[in-house]
């Protein structure tokens, strides 16, 4: 009995174990690919070719926000993704836009020089291709610019910022009652405004200097003849300091909703409340020669065959005149999903935002043509048998250019099922603009960027990745942050907290939001062979391929930590005599450095307990677990009350400059109350700024308990 009972088991065990051999080689033999294989193929299936199409037929006619030309790249991009097998459909807000209904500039001069009315054109050269829809372009305008007429002498002001005003009150100048002159390239056009109206001025003129945009002047040719900017050439753009729909802050734009009147949109502040005026090169320079008083210092000046800039008041007196058009306009969002198979309820998010305030050859489209030719990659991985883990979003936003409008609405309308399951949100806006790569993203991406262009040639020099053109003669690539106002990621880090990056090839052209960025510009001087666009679409895709396909969430918050650590450092040798202690935010910071090497530990356990012990039994609670962690990490950082100056904001580790929201300040609440506290000089301003340390290291802190998992 004993002997038969032993037989019959030995038996059944031997049967057991062929039938689970039988069952794994089938399983090899006839299951898909392994995920890996798909990423090789994703960089094997590029085409320049069709991305160069792509951005021609977005940009051949001018798209702003709102136009029927915008209304028709937005279908555009819906039929390509829908011809990719990827579901798409058209999410649409009914926002306040303004655009310009006239406008005037004269220039009065000293005897004997005659006045000047000035034509604020920019100017069609020989042969453009797209003379015939020049009459399309706008004309050149601030949007959300304050309508009225000012009269005064100008005062130039360098770049507008608060320490060029303050450089003039140590010169004795007194800006009130007068019209600045101010040049664009170092801070957002609506804190150049802003600071002026701050500083006293009734009006803000702002040029684009040749020494900063049209090569130095001398015998420096311009566009079509090279990459500069033409003397006629504007730069135009938005003016408003807030996020979003200004009459719906904190909510969607959806039909029928709540919206606040212009009147309180002013009380707000966001809004100018002067008028402004984008003028060219040319015409600036005009006014600097109007100008008396004392020569400007050697960095004020302009380029080499410039005039000599002095800094007024007048005698060169202007009458500024504009009168904006303001109108409720629909915009149109399109979004493709390609759903996750087995984690469906998880998002990893790809946008680029398709409005341009004239044909946006670079900015934007540059950015949506890769995004094009990553959802056609896609599209063939789909063919070939791929389908992702969890599900990838494709977005394309509109009216990013007046405040981040598209983007920042869809967010306010989904923000508790975004905040539930968004894993990160990957943004290009101008993907090319000039050669280098560039990167900035919460501090947990940063190796997987790193390691994305580490698999991905140089489109300058094939002999190299990307990776190693972008480290230089460094041991590793700067990677910026994402706490200013510049593009799409804002509301997402900013508002609801989730991990972003924003990657790029240049930083800065010289046509910027000028009707001269046209696919001309592009294909001559911004990307020939388009390779530049196809290198963008390889490493965005691949880091979007990891984070959807990959079994562990690819996030390293030990990056974080050490990131913090620093920021921290630069505040200490700041404040160190102010008497604030900063031991709570250290103790916090170390205390998520401990968090962020124990998930990493744990992760690598889970893959060490593999074995036979697997195919039994499944651990996919335990890493579904561990992941959930992982992507909610980043929401921790965020407080509902929001930094004490702007409550939209949440989050307490990145956030705009106060005086250019262009900029971006690590612990911007902190930064914020020591300018106050340094005004105020009181001790209840330093206890203000000892509160904001608290609040960060709370923060910080409820970040390393969701890591650890465990409760109190």
């Given at each position: 009995m004993f002997k038969g009972t032993t037989t019959t088991t030995f038996l059944a065990i031997a049967t057991s174990f062929s039938l689970l051999f039988f069952?794994?080689?089938?399983?090899?033999?006839?299951?898909?690919?392994?995920?890996?294989?798909?990423?090789?193929?994703?960089?094997?299936?590029?085409?320049?070719?069709?991305?160069?199409?792509?951005?021609?037929?977005?940009?051949?006619?001018?798209?702003?926000?709102?136009?029927?030309?915008?209304?028709?790249?937005?279908?555009?991009?819906?039929?390509?993704?829908?011809?990719?097998?990827?579901?798409?459909?058209?999410t649409s807000y009914n926002v306040f836009l303004t655009y310009p209904a006239s406008r005037s500039l004269k220039l009065r001069r000293s005897a004997p020089d005659s006045p000047i009315t000035f034509d604020l054109r920019q100017e069609i050269y020989d042969g453009d291709p797209y003379a015939d829809v020049a009459d399309e372009v706008l004309p050149t305008f601030h949007g959300y610019a304050k309508s009225g007429t000012v009269t005064g002498p100008v005062v130039y002001v360098n770049y507008g910022r608060v320490e060029d005003y303050a450089t003039l009150k140590e010169m004795g100048v007194n800006v009130t009652g007068t019209v600045v002159l101010a040049r664009y390239g170092q801070i957002f056009r609506g804190d150049i405004v802003r600071n002026a109206f701050e500083a006293g001025a009734i009006g803000t003129l702002v040029y684009t200097d040749r020494k900063d945009y049209g090569g130095g002047g001398g015998g420096t040719k311009w566009f079509p003849d090279d990459k500069w900017m033409p003397p006629s050439g504007v730069q135009v753009?938005?003016?408003?300091?807030?996020?979003?729909?200004?009459t719906t802050p904190g909510w969607a734009s959806s039909e029928g909703c709540e919206r606040l009147s212009v009147e309180e949109v002013e009380k707000i502040g966001d809004v100018p409340l002067i008028p402004s005026l984008p003028i060219s090169a040319a015409d600036g320079e005009t006014?600097?020669?109007?100008?008396?008083?004392?020569?400007?210092?050697?960095?004020?000046?302009?380029?080499?065959?410039?005039?000599?800039?002095?800094?007024?008041?007048?005698?060169?007196?202007?009458?500024?005149?504009?009168?904006?058009?303001?109108?409720?306009?629909?915009i149109q969002n399109v979004i493709g999903v390609i759903e996750g198979a087995e984690e469906p309820d998880r998002f990893v998010i790809l946008g680029n935002h398709r409005d341009a305030w004239t044909f946006g050859a670079a900015d934007p489209n540059s950015g949506t043509a890769a995004l094009l030719e990553v959802a056609q990659r896609l599209g063939k991985l789909q063919k070939s048998g791929w389908k992702p883990r969890r599900t990838i979003i494709l977005c394309n936003w509109d009216a990013e250019e007046y405040a981040l409008i598209g983007s920042t609405e869809w967010i306010e309308e989904n923000r508790e099922i975004l905040a539930s399951r968004a894993i990160a949100y990957l943004n290009v806006d101008i993907a090319v603009q000039a050669a280098g790569f560039y990167a900035s993203a919460t501090p947990q991406l940063d190796e997987l960027i790193k390691q994305a262009t580490q698999q991905v040639q140089d489109p300058d020099?094939?002999?190299?990745?990307?990776?190693?053109?972008?480290?230089?003669?460094?041991?590793?690539?700067?990677?910026?942050?994402?706490?200013?106002?510049?593009?799409?990621?804002?509301?997402?880090?900013?508002?609801i907290g989730v991990p972003a990056a924003d990657i790029t090839f240049g930083k800065g052209y010289p046509v910027y939001h000028s009707m001269?960025?046209?696919?001309?510009?592009?294909?001559?001087?911004?990307?020939?062979?388009?390779?530049?666009?196809?290198?963008?679409?390889?490493?965005?895709?691949?880091?979007?391929?990891?984070?959807?396909?990959?079994?562990?969430?690819?996030?390293?918050?030990?990056?974080?930590a050490i990131e913090?650590?620093?920021?921290?450092?630069?505040?200490?040798?700041?404040?160190?005599?102010?008497?604030?202690?900063?031991?709570?935010?250290?103790?916090?910071?170390?205390?998520?450095?401990?968090?962020?090497?124990?998930?990493n530990n744990q992760k690598k356990k889970i893959e060490e307990d593999k074995g036979w012990t697997s195919m039994w039994t499944t651990d996919h609670a335990k890493v579904r677990e561990l992941n959930d962690r992982l992507m909610?990490?980043?929401?921790?950082?965020?407080?509902?009350?929001?930094?004490?100056?702007?409550?939209?904001?949440?989050?307490?580790?990145?956030?705009?400059?106060?005086?250019?929201d262009y900029g971006s300040k690590s612990f911007p609440g902190i930064d914020d109350a020591i300018e106050m506290a340094e005004s105020k000089k009181t001790a209840k301003s330093w206890q203000l700024v000892q509160h904001e340390v608290w609040r960060v290291a709370r923060a910080i802190k409820h970040t390393s308990l969701v890591l650890n998992g465990e409760l109190t």
């Open positions: 069952w794994v080689q089938f399983s090899l033999l006839f299951s898909s690919p392994p995920k890996s294989y798909y990423h090789s193929l994703y960089n094997s299936i590029c085409d320049n070719a069709s991305v160069s199409h792509h951005l021609y037929t977005l940009t051949r006619r001018p798209h702003v926000a709102g136009s029927e030309a915008n209304a028709k790249a937005a279908a555009y991009v819906l039929s390509i993704l829908s011809s990719c097998n990827i579901q798409a459909h058209i753009g938005s003016v408003y300091t807030g996020t979003g729909d200004p006014i600097l020669r109007s100008l008396g008083g004392k020569v400007a210092k050697e960095d004020w000046q302009g380029s080499e065959d410039a005039p000599t800039y002095r800094i007024g008041p007048g005698p060169g007196i202007v009458n500024l005149n504009y009168t904006g058009k303001e109108v409720i306009e629909t020099n094939s002999s190299q990745t990307i990776y190693e053109q972008w480290i230089g003669s460094s041991n590793s690539p700067k990677i910026g942050r994402l706490g200013g106002g510049g593009s799409d990621y804002k509301a997402f880090v900013q508002h001269y960025d046209d696919f001309v510009w592009m294909e001559k001087f911004g990307d020939p062979m388009f390779r530049r666009h196809v290198a963008v679409a390889s490493v965005w895709g691949l880091i979007a391929l990891w984070l959807a396909d990959d079994k562990f969430l690819p996030f390293d918050y030990t990056s974080y913090l650590q620093k920021s921290a450092m630069e505040l200490e040798a700041e404040i160190s005599h102010k008497g604030i202690n900063l031991s709570p935010l250290f103790k916090a910071i170390n205390e998520l450095s401990e968090a962020a090497i124990k998930i909610m990490a980043e929401r921790a950082f965020t407080d509902s009350e929001g930094l004490f100056r702007s409550t939209w904001h949440k989050h307490l580790i990145y956030g705009p400059s106060k005086h250019n």
